[in-house]
């Protein structure tokens, strides 16, 4: 839950697209000033869920409160909420100032000095100062998208709605944007809403996700806890990578026990395990990086085992090796820093593994 009083409010929100139910069950509460993402792949509902808090759909049923008001019959243009679409809508043969004005054209109570200022405001912002007599086609992809988050903030909305806003730009640029994006949250202190299905994106920018599937959000978390304890095998899977082994529950008088394929026997605790879970077949999930390679020697600084290196992928600054354990089908993925003097190690060869059992996630089969 939030500290803050929440801003948007949704409770138990359907939407339905003729017998189609893309929004099933919402609840959910965000924070005035939170940095909150919406995470699923391709049709899980995040877009419809986004597009009702912006009042661009209806609820089949369920309410929506902004700032604590019935949004039910109110429309889009009397929301205290603004949205920056995926494709950015700029005018090209307009120049940037009349592009970040075109935020204001409802605003017959400004005079066209006010409008100036707040448009040179908007730029500020945005990192676009001195653009504004620019033509809005002479620009880069990443000051387009500047423009539109001008435009889109300009009018100083409660919550800023982002629909994929980053999707259309190259890799580089979406990271640098980013950070520029987050900087400008926390600088304009607007809650920002955005839609991604790119979960690094979404950990690195958000305070809190919430990860849908199926028009429901299957857990909502800070990016630690939700990287760290996914509540389910589905968000474990979607949220970076995980190895899953088989297992089998243990549990004893003082601790619970597993016994892992390819690894062996751990301890587990409560947290790494979820409440309830039967005893018996059960599935653990383990992170790449809780995982290394030791080389020459090294003592293990955790739990031992070994296999073979089945594949790898050499990144720059990092080696992915996929190693085939005995007794389990799939090989395991583990990452290593490749450090100065750390050799990598080719296909066939054998290594040892050390594991740590305090990174083991315990799911129900
Ligand atoms: P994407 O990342 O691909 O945009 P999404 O998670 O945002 O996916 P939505 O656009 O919310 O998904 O769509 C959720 C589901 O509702 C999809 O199956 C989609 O086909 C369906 N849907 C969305 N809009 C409509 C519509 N206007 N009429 C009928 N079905 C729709």
């Given at each position: 839950m939030t500290t803050t009083p929440p801003i948007v409010s949704l409770r138990d929100v359907h939407k339905y697209y003729g017998t189609y139910?893309?929004?099933?069950g919402i609840d959910l509460d965000i924070g005035a000033g939170e940095f909150f993402s919406l995470l699923g792949?391709?049709?899980?509902g995040k877009t419809t869920l986004l597009r009702t808090i912006a009042g661009f759909e209806d609820l089949s049923s369920g309410t929506l409160l902004l700032s604590g008001q019935?949004?039910?019959?109110?429309p889009a243009n009397r929301r205290p909420t603004n949205m920056v679409f995926?494709?950015?809508?700029?005018?090209?043969?307009?120049?940037v100032a009349e592009n970040v004005a075109f935020g204001l054209r409802?605003?017959?109570?400004?005079n066209r000095q006010a409008k100036a200022a707040l448009v040179e405001d908007a730029l500020d912002m945005v990192g676009?100062?001195?653009?504004?007599?620019?033509?809005?086609?002479?620009?880069?992809g990443g000051q387009r998208q500047r423009v539109a988050l001008a435009r889109a903030l300009i009018l100083k909305p409660k919550v800023l709605l982002l629909d994929e806003?980053?999707?259309?730009?190259d890799k580089k640029l979406r990271e640098q944007m980013q950070n520029e994006l987050r900087r400008l949250q926390r600088h304009v202190g607007i809650t920002f809403v955005l839609v991604t299905h790119d979960q690094e994106e979404a950990l690195i920018m958000s305070d809190r996700i919430a990860v849908m599937f199926e028009g429901e959000i299957a857990q909502l978390a800070d990016p630690q806890t939700l990287y760290?304890?996914?509540?389910?095998r589905q968000v474990a899977d979607f949220i970076g990578v995980m190895n899953f082994l088989p297992a089998s529950l243990t549990a004893g008088s003082t601790a619970a026990s597993v016994e892992i394929a390819g690894l062996g026997r751990a301890a587990i605790t409560p947290e790494q395990c979820p409440a309830g879970m039967p005893t018996g077949d059960c599935t653990i999930g383990i992170r790449p990086e809780t995982m290394s390679i030791l080389f020459d020697g090294e003592p293990a600084p955790a739990r031992e085992t070994s296999g073979q290196v089945h594949e790898l992928a050499y990144y720059g600054d990092m080696t992915y090796y996929d190693i085939a354990l005995d007794g389990v089908e799939k090989p395991v993925t583990l990452s290593m820093k490749n450090l100065v003097g750390r050799r990598v190690l080719e296909r066939g060869e054998t290594a040892r593994i050390s594991w740590d059992e305090r990174a083991l996630i315990a799911f129900a089969k």
């Open positions: 139910h893309a929004l099933r792949p391709s049709g899980c019935d949004m039910a019959g109110v995926q494709s950015y809508a700029i005018f090209p043969h307009l120049s409802r605003r017959s109570d400004l676009l100062d001195g653009f504004g007599a620019r033509a809005a086609h002479a620009l880069s806003p980053l999707s259309a730009l760290r304890r996914p509540t389910s």
